[in-house]
């Protein structure tokens, strides 16, 4: 078990610019989810996957985010046109679900997005 | 919705103190609740959970009560050391079945020698 990891760790972009992050959960679980932590804030929801199917999305993920989780392994969140407001912290979990631990989410260490 | 509300920081504290750190919700439902811990420059860290109405959770000295009758799950360590400073964030996991979590605001603590 290596835990959850995120790829990259510090991303700087100009407004404008598409960027991509990846997470890859801890092996077996089926669960994985995406949430934005700004300044001083708790994080957010933004999106689930179970498997390779995206189950929910939250009203804060706009047009420009896609993600996505081929094959139920890694996912991949993607923004276009960054805007300054989408400067955060990205930061993933994981968890396996249909146990009595459905409810318990690992999460990594973070992408920290800053857009110039 | 569903909501946390946690008590505002920082908190400052001397080494061997006692800490309290407050939070109480708003659910439908029984949510479980969870104390997460965040050092600088990282993810989070699962601190202590609690299931159901008057469950206690604990870890490495910490505990957190869940008080159904005052919805709250405040968290408590009998003496603090340096390595403790951190973010702690209250949340609780949705029952609708996405499991989501809602996060209090973060508490920053810091504890000085």
């Known amino acids: 078990d290596t835990g959850v990891s995120q790829d990259p760790r510090h991303k700087i972009t ?26 001083g804030q708790g994080p957010e929801f933004l999106t689930y996957f179970q498997n390779e199917a995206q189950l929910e999305k939250s009203r804060l993920l706009s047009d420009r985010f896609s993600a996505e989780r081929p094959k139920g392994s890694f996912s991949t969140l993607e923004i276009q046109r960054t805007e300054q407001g989408d400067s955060a912290m990205y930061l993933c979990a994981s968890s396996l679900a249909g146990t009595r631990f459905t409810d318990t989410q690992y999460f990594g260490p973070g992408t920290r997005l800053t857009v110039l | 919705g569903d909501s946390v509300t946690q008590m505002e920081g920082p908190v400052t504290l001397s080494e061997e ?42 870890n490495k000295g910490f505990e957190a009560t869940y008080r159904k009758e005052t919805t709250s799950f405040h968290l408590e360590k ?36």
């Open chain 1, 14 to 39: 100009k407004r404008g610019q598409n960027v991509t992050f990846r997470c890859d959960p801890i092996s077996e679980h089926n669960r994985l989810y995406w949430y934005r932590q700004t300044l």
């Open chain 2, 17 to 58: 103190a006692f800490l309290t750190i407050n939070c109480t919700y708003t659910a439908t439902g029984y949510p479980s609740l969870f104390w997460y811990v965040q050092y600088p420059g990282e993810g989070l860290q699962l601190l202590l959970k609690a299931t159901k109405a008057d469950d206690k959770g604990s």
């Open chain 2, 78 to 113: 009998g003496s603090v050391q340096v390595s403790d400073s951190a973010v702690y964030f209250c949340a609780l996991s949705d029952q609708t079945g996405t499991y989501k979590y809602i996060f209090g605001t973060g508490t920053r603590l810091k504890v000085l020698a």
